[in-house]
């Protein structure tokens, strides 16, 4: 989990080079609230540098994702990827399956769970996510 404010100390931290590619997607990851599609993350970098190429954002993610300082979350109805920072306070959200609306869940239901599963299996519990999809007011109240 990411808890440093410096781009620099977090590539040292996990063992990552420091390149410019990278510090353009942190700085991403860490400005957007909501989880962002790799291809929103790609039109935010090329207004920093038009040069950057959608195959590394999605390298640049997968290795922020294996190293954990990226959280990827995927919405199975769209066979889609979101991608955000993995911080301490961490977010859950409900989906809609149609209109893709994201809505973060106020608190986080599970922390008491994972007490008991540690009890239960003797994991070392690092983290974890939660994403419930439905379909929001004004979708379900359309005529499908």
Known sequence: MVKSSDNGEIFKEYGIKNTKQRNILLDILKEGKDPLTAEEIFLKARKVDKHINLSTIYRTLNIFVSKNIAIKLNLEQENKSMFQLNIMDHDHY??????????????????????FMKERTDFDIIGHKLEIYGYCPKCKNRDI
């Open 94 to 115: 409900i989906i809609c399956v149609s209109c893709h609306k994201k809505v973060s869940i106020d608190h986080c239901p599970i922390i008491g769970y994972e007490y």
